[in-house]
């Protein structure tokens, strides 16, 4: 596999369950040239939701088939996603009857599946839910799921792991043949900068927005987060006059934060180029004015910025193109993985797979196992009885039935500046979530990196404790200080350090 977003990810995880599972041993293994889940997969608005926009584009199957995957993930790693009520204000008598119109078909189309119905709140009651919002005639309210996108990443690979699947990250693909049925890829290991081959029965291709493939539109989609805005534990799905959706999400450490977006903008410049635009900026903070009118001063804390690959159709704007996905197999026999959503992630992996073993692994074919295996253990019911048992339930829902683990680090760390949990989530980090840098720790295992304002000095213990797991000397610490810098001042990722050139004598790989 190329490519460790979640698509990736999820294609690993599913070949190492079928290859376990039916006895079939498989070497399989991943690849990506930056750190997984560092481009797309991280940087969105961390919701598993079933599109209740995309209805106004009459796409019920592809809603359908992500209200459906929401349930799995509910049941595979529930301590990851978990529900989320919605507010919708509305404007009028005429937006009232028809997204009511369209919650209720959502429920429909959600069945059994069907969190909680959504339910109409007059304008009174949504103004005594949230005091702070302009008055609306009317509001509705609905359940979708909140996820940490980038986390649920790492943690389907390190169950593709666990099943005997190989993950290197930092590691690029520089040319890729294929000779008589047989792959033969050179490999460069970005960390140690030494060169290695490796040869494969098939390949598949997940690298989304870095795909060579000419079909693909590339869509930016960006997110500003600011001190919180709402006085409820609600998210706010708000309808804009121009026929988009904008959230408004309790996020951040104790929902300190809200984070806000996200925009539709045809990308035309480099996928290792990607921040947020003036008028992104703009647009964004008009939004919040329109909605918290006495907010609209407020400045932003950070913002991030991804690339949605999706597949080209005849849409004329960004917003109006489907999600639908596209899973095909070339003339040489590589599997490719276009188009589609974050939430459906897990049956796009199946295809992809199903795809692939009907030519090269028959044996395990129809093995799907995926919708009924719970991630590395976590179960709703292990789930529950450590929220039952625990007074840190914040912690549960980042690291599930790994918390005890996590927790048992606690005594061997000597933080400075930091508390001893996050110095035992920075150890926990090295030891299971291949972090090399510290965008890695501060962007990918957690989100702490958008929580604030920082400064060389606020980064400077974070850095210490890292580079105390990594075994860094000062100039290190300091060079990766300035790299992390450099990509909040961009916020980008890939341009902060892909293809800079790291001292990595003191480095290892988990």
């Given at each position: 596999m190329i490519g460790g977003g979640i698509n990736g990810a999820g294609v690993l995880r599913d070949l190492a369950l079928r290859s376990h599972t039916s006895g079939i041993p498989l070497r399989l293994g991943l690849v990506d040239r930056a750190h997984f889940s560092s481009g797309t997969s991280g940087r969105n608005s961390q919701l598993i939701h079933g599109g209740l926009r995309y209805l106004k584009n009459l796409e019920f199957h592809l809603v359908s088939e992500a209200l459906s995957e929401r349930a799995i993930l509910l049941r595979t790693a529930p301590h990851l996603v978990?529900?989320?009520?919605?507010?919708?204000?509305?404007?009028?008598?005429?937006?009232?009857?028809?997204y009511e119109a369209g919650l209720l078909l959502y429920d429909t189309l959600a069945g059994s599946n069907r969190m909680e119905r959504f339910r109409h709140l007059s304008g009174k009651a949504l103004n005594a839910v949230e005091p702070r919002m302009r008055a609306f005639r009317a509001g509705a309210r609905f359940f979708d799921c909140h996820v940490q996108s980038a986390r649920l990443v790492l943690l389907n690979l390190r169950e593709a792991e666990a099943h005997g699947a190989t993950a290197l990250n930092y590691c690029s693909v520089e040319n890729l043949e294929e000779k008589a049925g047989l792959w033969h890829v050179d490999l460069l290991d970005r960390i140690s900068g030494s060169p290695f081959s490796a040869q494969a029965k098939t390949v598949v291709d997940a690298t989304g927005a870095w795909s060579r493939e000419k079909n693909l539109r590339l869509v930016r989609g960006?997110?500003?987060?600011?001190?919180?805005?709402?006085?409820?534990?609600?998210?706010?799905?708000?309808?804009?006059?121009?026929?988009?959706?904008?959230?408004?999400?309790?996020?951040?450490?104790?929902?300190?934060?809200?984070?806000?977006?996200?925009?539709?903008?045809?990308?035309?410049?480099?996928?290792?180029?990607?921040?947020?635009?003036?008028?992104?900026?703009?647009?964004?903070?008009?939004?919040?004015?329109?909605?918290?009118?006495?907010?609209?001063?407020?400045?932003?804390?950070?913002?991030?910025?991804?690339?949605?690959?999706?597949?080209?159709?005849?849409?004329?704007?960004?917003?109006?193109?489907?999600?639908?996905?596209?899973?095909?197999?070339?003339?040489?026999?590589?599997?490719?993985?276009?188009?589609?959503?974050?939430?459906?992630?897990?049956?796009?992996?199946?295809?992809?797979?199903?795809?692939?073993?009907?030519?090269?692994?028959?044996g395990i074919a129809a093995k799907h196992v995926t919708a009924d295996t719970a991630i590395l253990g976590n179960t709703p019911a292990a789930v529950q009885a450590l929220l039952a048992s625990s007074d840190i339930p914040e912690m549960i829902h980042d690291y599930g039935v790994e918390t005890p683990a996590l927790l048992d680090l606690i005594p061997d760390v000597e933080p400075v500046g930091i508390s001893k949990?996050?110095?035992?989530?920075?150890?926990?980090?090295?030891?299971?979530?291949?972090?090399?840098?510290?965008?890695?720790?501060?962007?990918?295992?957690?989100?702490w990196g958008y929580e604030k304002r920082w400064t060389a000095e606020l980064l400077w213990?974070?850095?210490?404790?890292?580079?105390?797991?990594?075994q860094w000397d000062e100039a290190r610490v300091e060079q990766e200080i300035a790299i992390c810098h450099a990509f909040l001042t961009l916020s980008c990722y890939a341009a902060a350090f892909c293809g800079s050139k790291l001292s990595s004598s003191s480095s290892k790989r988990p």
């Open positions: 978990t529900p989320l009520p919605f507010l919708i204000p509305l404007r009028d008598w005429f937006s009232t009857v028809f960006s997110h500003l987060i600011f001190p919180r805005l709402s006085t409820s534990e609600n998210a706010i799905a708000y309808f804009t006059r121009d026929g988009r959706v904008v959230f408004f999400i309790p996020w951040g450490r104790g929902h300190e934060l809200t984070l806000v977006g996200t925009t539709d903008v045809d990308h035309q410049g480099d996928a290792d180029s990607v921040h947020i635009s003036d008028d992104e900026v703009r647009y964004l903070r008009g939004v919040v004015e329109e909605v918290f009118p006495d907010e609209g001063a407020v400045e932003p804390v950070s913002a991030y910025s991804a690339l949605r690959p999706l597949v080209r159709d005849q849409s004329s704007s960004a917003t109006k193109t489907s999600r639908e996905h596209r899973i095909w197999a070339d003339e040489r026999g590589m599997v490719h993985i276009s188009g589609g959503k974050y939430t459906t992630y897990r049956a796009m992996s199946e295809e992809a797979v199903d795809l692939l073993c009907s030519a090269h692994f028959p949990i996050e110095a035992a989530q920075i150890a926990f980090a090295v030891r299971n979530e291949w972090v090399e840098h510290l965008p890695d720790l501060l962007f990918v295992s957690t989100y213990p974070y850095a210490r404790a890292l580079g105390a797991q990594l």
